[in-house]
């Protein structure tokens, strides 16, 4: 293990972190021709899927998704009706076929619905559609009939230039009404507090039956109770939304359920998506809401955009529901949904949330076609990162995950997004106060403080991660300890604080919530100061983070017993730990860093990695060393395989003060 050590002040030494990789695109503004180039580009990517005997695509020998072929049909759908020549994006054949698929069994359930090979299915209900194949039942679920209704219903606003037939047009109707009009949709039926399935299904059955009663009636029902219920919780029964405004997954259980510990970041977004059919029920008739729920509705778009989304059109991603579900990629495409919902709608927001909306949603697609040059056949995996987790279906994620980027092209497309302003967001951030939640993107990196999560291993008083302006990593994407921006306390007696523990936080340790230096909950900003404390024992740190747009400064003033040893974390992520390594000396010239080598007072040590880069600049301390060291891999953060460790030992005062300045250096 290279170590350095020295016995003089450490006093603006910097740790430099870079990867050579390529730079982030520019986001701009795309207009309908990108949008339908994009679609047509997905469309081409499951060309392979495609199965001309069966009609239908497949995601492996015999597998029909439905959710795949939904997609589809929405997007071949959207493409003849706004008459694009024919091509990838645009194959009425096809179109013609898929819609048969639905109209009739196994995948259109009338009956009584059949066991799946796992048993029952997981939301039985009849009328409704099936998730699985021909040859064998899957299951049915709350969000696949609103998928396919969509579909149907888009199909059916392109009937003459698909060339349904008659018959074909008058089964969507009844099919899609009958779904809709069922005891499983009509209010005051709810499943987990999630009102954007049956407002899905009302707006499809007021396209295809031109009645208006569900969308004025129940819809309005619906948004009524969400909003009434959203902030009225106590511990023993959450609130659908969290006093910041982020999603509970699980509202009416207690808050101390691990599920609502934090916010779920993919379905605050695909609920939010529920009010798409806001501006149509208006139209249509439906009585307004209250003023003071419509300021609710507005409040919680903008934490849609400033707390779950980051300057590269990726998640700000934490997530209730657990590492299974933690940067499962299908979930990102269905969370754009929300601002694809938010730039498109003229009451939810103003003219600047929508265009700073609508710019998310188009670096989110240049980021996507970035991350796939990496792939066989130009598709993503099921998970990103090296995680884990058993919700993850390499058969069936890569085609599901190209099908809804292309759809959600195309419906930016057919809502008039391509003419629409965009733009790029200053900084930004959103609080969420009750679960001690902070986050922060800027261009040049995003961030997150989060209080402990045991169902995600990490958390606590410093960043839980660090992305750069590529949307990729840059010391990690969720460790604890070592393995994350963190820094420990160790007492002779063996007591020990660590700000960043994951899920060891413990009862004893007291810790104060996040208290910043701007008053509103959520916003932009050019510098944003978060404060807090955490003490255990006869030790108390005070830490404070300043945000700025290119960096992060930290402050720690420690309170211990002298001679405590202090150590603090700056982790790298490397996919590649062979291509890290560390040296020595001026700008113009690096010495490779070597067992028993020697750090002489004000040098800066580099250490060059496979992706982004940051500086890190500390200051204070005395008889410090510091080393390389290599980590065993996390489940959280399975890349974050080498830290630099910087160690020194608390005066005999018992006092000390650090500071940190981490600065990004965009890749390239």
């Not at 754009?336 to 927001?349: C, D, E, F, K, Y």
Request: hydrophobic share 40%; with cysteine; proline share 7%.
């Amino acid at each position: 293990m290279p170590v350095i050590r020295h016995t003089s002040l450490l006093c603006a030494a910097a740790l430099l972190l870079l990867l050579v990789v390529v730079g982030p695109a520019s986001a701009r503004a795309s207009d309908d021709a990108g949008y339908w180039a994009f679609a047509a580009r997905r469309a081409q990517d499951l060309e392979s899927s495609w199965a001309g005997d069966r009609g239908v695509f497949l995601v492996h020998e015999d597998g029909v998704n439905s959710r795949l072929n939904a997609n589809m049909l929405e997007l071949y759908a959207l493409a003849a009706l706004h008459d694009r020549p024919p091509g990838p994006e645009r194959r009425d054949d096809r179109a013609r076929t898929i819609v048969d698929h639905f109209l009739r069994a196994p995948a259109y359930v009338s009956g009584k619905p059949p066991p799946s090979r796992g048993g029952e299915p997981a939301e039985p209900h009849s009328p409704g559609w099936d998730s699985g194949t021909d040859y064998e039942v899957g299951r049915q679920h709350v969000s696949l009939d609103p998928q396919v209704a969509a579909a149907l219903a888009t199909a059916f606003r392109a009937r003459d230039a698909l060339g349904l037939s008659d018959e074909e047009v008058a089964l969507i109707a009844d099919h899609v009404d009958r779904v809709a009009r069922s005891p499983f949709y009509r209010y005051p039926a709810i499943v987990l507090g999630q009102f954007n399935w049956p407002a899905a299904m009302y707006g499809a059955d007021h396209e295809v039956t031109g009645a208006a009663d569900l969308l004025t009636g129940d819809y309005r029902r619906q948004l009524v109770r969400f909003l009434t219920q959203a902030r009225s919780g106590s511990p023993s029964h959450a609130a659908p939304l969290t006093a910041g405004l982020g999603l509970h997954y699980i509202p009416g259980r207690p808050t101390s359920l691990p599920a609502n510990r934090t916010s779920t970041s993919e379905y605050g977004n695909i609920v939010f998506s529920g009010l798409d059919q806001y501006d149509a029920a208006l139209a249509a008739g439906m009585r307004p809401l209250a003023a003071g729920q419509v300021n609710l509705l507005r409040a919680w778009a903008q934490r849609v955009v400033y707390g779950e989304w980051t300057h590269t059109g990726y998640l700000n991603w934490d997530t209730g529901l657990g590492s299974n579900r933690w940067h499962l990629q299908r979930y990102w495409p269905l969370a754009l949904a929300g601002p694809l919902t938010l730039a498109t709608s003229t009451q939810l927001a103003g003219p600047t949330l929508r265009a700073r909306a609508g710019w998310i949603l188009d670096r989110a697609m240049t980021l996507y076609e970035q991350r796939t040059r990496a792939y066989p056949r130009s598709l993503l995996p099921s998970r990103l990162f090296g995680l884990q987790g058993h919700d993850g279906s390499q058969a069936n994620d890569p085609e599901l995950i190209a099908s809804r980027f292309g759809l959600l092209a195309a419906e930016a497309a057919d809502r008039g997004l391509g003419a629409a302003p965009k733009s790029e967001p200053p900084p930004f951030y959103a609080l969420d106060a009750d679960i001690g939640r902070l986050a922060v993107s800027t261009p040049a990196y995003s961030t997150a403080l989060i209080q402990p999560q045991p169902t995600l291993a990490y958390g606590g008083l410093e960043p839980a991660r660090i992305l750069g302006a590529d949307g990729n990593p840059l010391t990690g994407i969720g460790g604890a300890h070592a393995a994350a921006l963190s820094l420990a306390v160790r007492t002779r007696s063996g007591l020990t604080l660590d700000t960043q523990p994951g899920r060891r936080w413990t009862g004893r340790t007291v810790v104060r919530r996040w208290r910043l230096h701007l008053r509103r909950p959520r916003g932009t900003f050019t510098s944003l100061l978060a404060r807090s404390w955490v003490r255990r024992g006869g030790i108390r740190i005070v830490i404070g983070h300043r945000f700025l747009p290119d960096r992060i400064r930290t402050s720690w003033d420690i309170t211990a017993p002298g001679g405590s040893t202090v150590r603090l974390s700056l982790p790298i992520w490397s996919p590649h730990p062979a291509a890290t390594r560390a040296c020595t000396g001026s700008t113009s010239h690096c010495r490779i860093v070597r067992s028993r080598s020697r750090v002489l007072h004000g040098h800066t040590i580099r250490v060059r990695v496979q992706q982004g880069g940051y500086v890190a600049t500390i200051s204070g301390g005395h008889g410090t060393r510091v080393q390389i060291q290599r980590l065993r891999a996390t489940r959280s953060s399975p890349f974050t395989r080498r830290a630099v460790i910087v160690t020194l030992r608390m005066p005999k005062r018992g006092r000390l003060s650090l500071r940190r300045t981490l600065t990004f250096i965009a890749p390239g």
